[in-house]
């Protein structure tokens, strides 16, 4: 999956943020790089300010203030996370793809194998009746021709 979501939050330090993805990575992120840059990051001097840190509902992204000020985008902190690039975190969503593909076309044949194993079984179990129908039959008949020849 390309898209991540931050579903937990730890605002420490100055420009550190311990964070949980949906798919279970955790890890620090250290956006201090990103403050020295100033511009709209320069409200994270502000103590309080920085600690207003929460999670975005619904984007899982990480915002400060109202949400409208400064805001980080979930796949860039799970790529400073597990130290992916861009390039292959693509790679890794597209490798996800196919076992994904792989996977519901084992499930599909797995499924038609069941199927046509259980329309075996139930032809099977009405040749049986059948069976079992015209062998009453053919008893009775017998027994009826016993009856008859003593």
């Known amino acids: 999956m390309l898209s991540h979501h931050v579903v937990e939050l730890e605002v420490q330090e100055p420009y550190k943020l311990w964070l949980r993805f949906d798919d279970g990575t955790t890890g620090v992120v ?3 790089d ?20 929460h999670i975005v509902a619904g984007s899982g992204a990480v915002a400060w203030g109202d949400g409208t000020e400064v805001d980080v ?12 690039t861009f390039d ?12 994904d593909d792989e996977f519901q ?5 797995s ?3 069941h199927q046509r194993v259980t ?12 069976l079992c129908r015209s062998h009453r039959r053919t008893s009775i008949r017998r027994e009826a021709l016993l009856v008859l020849n003593h």
């Open 30 to 32: 250290d956006l201090s």
């Open 88 to 99: 292959e975190a693509m790679r890794d969503a597209v490798e996800s793809r196919q076992t």
């Open 34 to 53: 990103s403050a020295a840059l100033g511009g709209i990051f320069a409200a994270w001097t502000d103590p309080d300010f920085w600690r207003s840190g």
């Open 73 to 84: 985008c979930p796949q860039s902190l799970y790529l400073d996370v597990t130290g992916q």
């Open 111 to 113: 499924q038609a194998r």
């Open 119 to 130: 329309e075996q079984q139930e032809f099977s179990v009405g040749a049986l009746e059948r």
């Open 105 to 109: 076309e084992r499930l599909t044949a």
